[in-house]
C-alpha cells in the first residue's frame, strides 16, 4: 500500500511540474511577442516623431 502510494505521489509531482514547465514556456513565448510588439511601436513612434508638424502637436502636449 505504501508503494502504491509512492508511485501515485511520483505521477503527481511529475505531472505538476510538466504543467509548471508548460507555463513557464507558454510566459516566455508570450514575453518575446510581447517586446516584439513594444520594438514596432517605438519604431512608429519614432517615425511619427520624425515629422516636424507630428512632434510640434507631441511637444505642446497636444
Known sequence: MK???AVIII???IAGLSWLSYT??????QIVKLEQQLQ???LKYKMLYRDP????????GG
Open 53 to 60: 508638424v507630428v512632434r510640434d502637436a507631441i511637444e505642446s
Open 11 to 13: 505521477l503527481l509531482t
Open 24 to 29: 513557464i514556456i507558454d510566459q516566455q513565448k
Open 3 to 5: 508503494t502504491s502510494q
Open 40 to 42: 514596432h511601436e517605438q
